[in-house]
C-alpha cells in the first residue's frame, strides 16, 4: 500500500476561496475510483501501487485546470513502505494506542 498526502493550488483565482477547485480535484479522485480523505490542509490518498498512485495525482491536477485555473501549483508527499502492508487507517489507529 502506497499514501500521499496531496495539495492542489490554484494560482491567480479571482477570490480568495478555493473550495470550487478543491472539489473539482476530489471529483476527478472520485471517477479515478482511488481510496482519500480530505482535511483542511489537503487530502490524503491511498493506493496499490505507484502507477495507481501517479495517474490520480495528475487526474487531479488536471482536473483545476479545466475548473478555470489558468496556474496550478501541486505538493505531493508520499510514503511507500515495502515491508508491510498499511493502510492510512492502520497509521492512525497505530498512534493513538501508543496515546493510551
Same mark, same amino acid.
Given at each position: 500500500?502506497?499514501?500521499?498526502?496531496?495539495?492542489?493550488?490554484?494560482?491567480?483565482?479571482?477570490?480568495?476561496?478555493?473550495? #470550487? $477547485?478543491?472539489?473539482?480535484?476530489?471529483?476527478? %479522485?472520485? *471517477? =479515478? &475510483?482511488? #481510496? $482519500?480523505?480530505?482535511?483542511?490542509?489537503?487530502? %490524503?490518498? *491511498? =493506493? &496499490?501501487?505507484?502507477?495507481?498512485?501517479?495517474?490520480?495525482?495528475?487526474?487531479?491536477?488536471?482536473?483545476?485546470?479545466?475548473?478555470?485555473?489558468?496556474?496550478?501549483?501541486?505538493?505531493?508527499?508520499?510514503?511507500?513502505?515495502r515491508d508491510r502492508q498499511r493502510t492510512m487507517a492502520d497509521k492512525v489507529h497505530s498512534v493513538e494506542k501508543k496515546l493510551g
Amino acid at each position: 500500500m502506497i499514501s500521499a498526502e496531496l495539495t492542489v493550488i490554484p494560482i491567480g483565482t479571482p477570490g480568495s476561496s478555493l473550495s #470550487k $477547485y478543491v472539489a473539482a480535484a476530489l471529483a476527478a %479522485l472520485d *471517477e =479515478a &475510483e482511488i #481510496k $482519500y480523505q480530505l482535511s483542511g490542509m489537503g487530502t %490524503l490518498l *491511498e =493506493a &496499490e501501487n505507484p502507477d495507481e498512485l501517479f495517474c490520480a495525482i495528475k487526474i487531479a491536477h488536471e482536473a483545476v485546470f479545466k475548473a478555470g485555473s489558468q496556474r496550478v501549483v501541486t505538493s505531493v508527499k508520499i510514503d511507500d513502505r515495502r515491508d508491510r502492508q498499511r493502510t492510512m487507517a492502520d497509521k492512525v489507529h497505530s498512534v493513538e494506542k501508543k496515546l493510551g
